[in-house]
T-cell receptor, first 115, second 113 residues
């Protein structure tokens, strides 16, 4: 079975500091990996995705993530965060099962950027 | 309108009411989904429609009834809900493909009193 683990429920960080949000997954089949962001009172927005090719993927708002197959990880990083990055971040894995693709989410990490 | 839209954005209803949530996607996708997001819980996939046919129903109580009249529209009909059904209901769409990334609407914040 496929699963996603986000060990950190909340990550406090000061503005302009670097941040890493951790994501580990478990799967017996090939998966595709995503990070979504949810700002307060909004839906989920795709930050970035790994489908194939280069293991370092860049997304919107200066975020990037690295796919590490041996460690089954897909950690999200940003070298310098802003107050506006305060939001909940969800890691997800997608695989094709049956009639459609399935997307399994982690429990989310709240990034709290402080001035 | 672009992307995925949902109406209403907020809904307060009593346990005996009947209401419907509406979702519309303008992306030409052929699959649509309903998710439930409750505080401190992972997103729960409720229903999946692929090519206008329901292909997944994850043990959702019958007081939730989905409807997909065409590939662009998805409804969630609600009746005799319970207070624990209060949550953010998110609609999403995608192409049916191995990597089909999902695009989400802004959600409907439902409060059951």
């Amino acid at each position: 079975a496929q699963s996603v683990t986000q060990l950190d429920s909340q990550v406090p960080v000061f503005e302009e500091a670097p941040v890493e949000l951790r994501c580990n997954y478990s799967s017996s089949v090939s998966v595709y990996l995503f990070w979504y962001v949810q700002y307060p009172n909004q839906g989920l927005q795709l930050l970035l995705k790994y489908l194939s090719g280069s293991t370092l993927v860049k997304g919107i708002n200066g975020f990037e993530a690295e796919f590490n197959k041996s460690q089954t990880s897909f950690h999200l990083r940003k070298p310098s965060v802003h107050i506006s990055d305060t939001a909940e971040y969800f890691c997800a894995v997608s695989f094709y099962g049956g009639a459609t693709n399935k997307l399994i989410f982690g429990t989310g990490t709240l990034l709290a950027v402080q001035p | 309108e672009t992307g995925v839209t949902q109406t209403p954005r907020h809904l307060v209803m009593g346990m005996t009411n009947k209401k419907s949530l509406k979702c519309e996607q303008h992306l030409g996708h052929n699959a649509m989904y309903w998710y439930k997001q409750s505080a401190k819980k992972p997103l729960e996939l409720m229903f999946v429609y692929s090519l206008e046919e329901r292909v997944e129903n994850n043990s959702v109580p019958s007081r939730f009834s989905p409807e997909c009249p065409n590939s662009s529209h998805l409804f969630l009909h609600l009746h005799t809900l319970q207070p624990e059904d209060s949550a953010l209901y998110l609609c999403a769409s995608s192409q049916v493909s191995p990597s089909g990334e999902k695009y989400f609407g802004p959600g409907t914040r439902l409060t059951v009193t």
